[in-house]
């Protein structure tokens, strides 16, 4: 089954206590119909974007010191690298 913002509700979320979340649907994107993920938390901003075709776009970025944590596209041929990365994301957002 291919990850999206149902998945990463039941999968991720509680381990991201504290964090804000706003939730996105755009239609016809680059590799079709896009659901977005924005975190906001403890100093830090990210989003997670899930495509329609299976790729997967993360990005973290740490707005104390500016530094880009996570930046990965991920393609369909990938997919069994998401959950590691979806992983890390939700433990560097978490972290204070």
């Known amino acids: 089954m291919a990850m999206n913002t ?5 999968n991720f979320l509680s381990f991201m206590n504290g964090c804000e ?4 649907e ?16 403890f100093n830090k901003m ?18 104390v010191s500016g530094t880009q944590e996570i930046s990965v596209l ?9 959950d590691g990365e979806l992983r890390r994301f939700a433990d ?3 972290r204070r």
């Open 74 to 82: 991920l393609s369909p041929e990938q997919r069994d690298l998401v």
């Open 21 to 24: 979340f706003i939730y996105s």
């Open 92 to 94: 560097l957002m978490a």
């Open 26 to 41: 755009f239609k016809n994107g680059d590799f079709g119909d896009l659901q977005r993920v924005e975190v906001e938390s």
């Open 6 to 10: 149902d998945r990463f509700k039941e």
């Open 46 to 63: 990210g989003a997670v974007e899930f495509w329609s075709s299976g790729w997967v776009g993360i990005d973290l970025v740490d707005c």
